[in-house]
């Protein structure tokens, strides 16, 4: 019997994650109905229930790493069918001119309200949604369903990736062993080159070693030094900055090589982390800062290519304690904790 209704996660308040229910929309020619399976909790997530991110508002009804089976297709839908894996990605509206240029992060009614009144309508801690097929990626059969989720944190990361320009055989430093660090390190690591990852948590750091990187406890040694040993003296092309701290931008200015280094800047941080650099030294040693943020239409292909070969393994990047959509509340308390990989919630349970 098809469902008639939609239950679902948001954030009522700070601190306050609540299971709501609404009407399903109605299923248009070019939209799917999903069975969601599963949806990671992303730092945007639990960083507004942390009450860090209040300026996205409430009631913020987000979730966007998510993933579920297809049950259902409109009549005008070809390319997907019931029984398939799907990850859920950005809609966009389709018809503004980023869209037509495939930035839909750059769409503008990307975060509009929905019209009951909810912030980052994305949905994705819901047990059934009605997605347009502008926003959702084939993912394969065999990959579990939280790791399915990470189509769209890899996507951003490939994005950055592409900004950055890497060549084979490149020294990268990482700075953070999180979630993202470590995708970041992946990709790096499939443009065949060099990646160290720097980091001070115990469980971090021994997640890096065991995806087979090099790394700096931070905490035991001086980061950039440590760098410079092993470069010999020279520096690293390139510099990830996955930790949204001041000191982390700092390390990575001194990180890079005389000439011609670059510096992504992945990660933001609240309260805004600051960025010291000297103008000349820009001019003169050819720095290049990137900012970073969002994903293309190709970035998510790509990405869910990615996940269903196995170029990028995030197995080790979900915690192994999974809730339910029920334990909203628990699983936001979960992933707020320090050092914490994606806290995965359990949509068919």
Request: hydrophobic share 40%.
């Amino acid at each position: 019997m098809e469902p008639k209704k939609m239950r679902f996660g948001c954030l009522a308040k700070k601190g306050v994650a609540e299971i709501r229910e609404r009407d399903l929309p109605e299923l248009g020619d070019f939209d799917v109905l999903i069975k969601m399976k599963a949806c990671n909790i992303c730092t945007t997530d639990y960083q507004q229930w942390l009450g860090l991110r209040e300026h996205q508002g409430y009631p913020m009804a987000g979730g966007h790493e998510a993933s579920g089976i297809v049950v259902k297709t409109g009549k005008k839908v070809t390319d997907f069918k019931e029984g398939d894996l799907v990850a859920t990605g950005y809609e966009g509206c389709g018809s503004c001119s980023a869209c037509r240029n495939g930035a839909v992060d750059q769409c503008v009614d990307l975060h509009k309200d929905t019209e009951d009144g909810y912030k980052w309508g994305f949905f994705g801690f819901s047990d059934y949604c009605v997605r347009s097929v502008r926003g959702i990626y084939k993912v394969d059969g065999s990959v579990d369903p939280s790791e399915a989720g990470f189509v769209e944190p890899l996507a951003t990361v490939l994005h950055g990736t592409k900004k950055l320009r890497l060549e084979p055989f490149e020294t990268v430093v990482v700075i953070g062993g999180g979630t993202m660090g470590l995708i970041n390190a992946q990709a790096a690591k499939a443009y065949g080159c060099r990646v160290i990852v720097s980091e001070m948590i115990e469980k971090k750091l021994e997640t890096a070693k065991d995806m087979g990187f090099e790394v700096i406890d931070c905490k035991e040694k001086d980061p950039v030094e440590e760098v410079k040993r092993l470069t010999d003296g020279e520096g690293a092309d390139a510099v990830i900055v996955a930790v949204g701290a001041t000191s982390a931008n700092d390390q990575a200015l001194e990180m890079i090589k005389e000439m011609d280094g670059r510096v992504l800047l992945f990660a933001a941080g609240y309260p805004a982390p600051e960025l010291h650099i000297d103008s000349n030294a820009m001019h003169y040693r050819r720095i290049e800062l990137i900012g970073t943020f969002g994903a293309t239409n190709d970035d998510f292909k790509e990405a869910a290519k990615a996940l269903s070969t196995g170029v990028v393994d995030v197995s080790k990047l979900v915690e192994d304690k999974k809730f339910t959509l029920n334990q909203m509340q628990e699983a936001m308390e979960e992933a707020s904790k320090p050092g914490m990989y994606r806290v995965s919630v359990l949509l068919d349970r």
